[in-house]
């Protein structure tokens, strides 16, 4: 069965800083991993999806990379600004067997200080 | 072009009560996905549809949670009756090429 863990589940870093989010799988069969952005009681916003003939993708200040072998991806965000204070949630889309291939992890819930 | 809209947005309701939810995807989009947020937890995947057929709704509380999609458009989600624990945020996504979902906005659900 597929699961998905983030760490660290909160992270507060000082504006300007650059950063890292993690995102961990046990089932390297999947077809993309997708990473959002959820504000406080809002729906979610789709950032960047990598398929799994990918290695990473890239939009502005935004990085994620996948590795596929070692069940990681990453999202690298560069230069933080206060507006990205915000819940970051990575979903996998799996090939279907038996469970449901939608899966996401819990979130990161970032802080970013002016 | 236009998201996908959900309505309401916020919900009130005492136990035993039925609730409906709807969702009016991005057009074009032939998967639809219901997902139930618990709060500090990720979305979890209640129902998938593809056009009017239902392609994943192993997670879907059959006893009380219905859903339907006529027409391959929009969507509604019935609660009956709510449960305490029902209390959620309840998502609609639809999804594009290479399978990316776009989400609305959700519907708080409170039950009393």
């Known amino acids: 069965k597929q699961e998905v863990t983030q760490i660290p589940a909160a992270l507060s870093v000082p504006e300007g800083e650059n950063l890292v989010l993690n995102c961990s799988f046990t089932?390297?069969?999947?077809?993309?991993l997708q990473w959002f952005r959820q504000d406080p009681g809002k729906g979610l916003t789709s950032l960047l999806l990598?398929?799994?003939?990918?290695r990473e993708q890239t939009s502005g200040r935004l990085n994620a990379s996948l590795d596929k072998s070692s069940g990681r991806s990453t999202l690298y965000i560069a230069a933080s600004q206060p507006g990205d204070s915000a819940t970051y949630l990575c979903?996998?889309?799996?090939?279907?067997?038996?469970?449901?291939?939608?899966?996401f992890g819990k979130g990161t819930r970032l802080s970013v200080i002016a | 072009e236009a998201g996908v809209a959900q309505s309401p947005r916020y919900k009130i309701i005492e136990k035993r009560q039925s609730v409906a939810f709807w969702c009016n995807p991005i057009?074009?989009?032939?998967?639809l996905y219901w997902y139930q947020q618990i709060l500090g937890q990720g979305p979890k995947l209640l129902i998938q549809?593809?056009?009017?057929?239902?392609?994943?709704d192993s997670q879907l509380p059959k006893d009380r949670f219905s859903a339907e999609r006529l027409k391959g458009v929009d969507s509604t989600l019935k609660i009956q009756p709510a449960k305490l624990e029902d209390s959620a945020v309840y998502l609609c996504?639809?999804?594009?090429?290479?399978?990316?979902?776009?989400f609305g906005p959700g519907t708080r659900l409170t039950v009393l």
């Open positions: 996504a639809s999804g594009g090429a290479y399978n990316e979902q776009f």
């Open positions: 089932d390297s069969a999947i077809y993309n």
């Open positions: 990598i398929q799994s003939s990918q």
């Open positions: 979903a996998l889309l799996a090939p279907r067997s038996g469970n449901t291939p939608l899966v």
């Open positions: 057009s074009g989009h032939a998967t």
């Open positions: 549809f593809q056009n009017n057929g239902v392609v994943d």
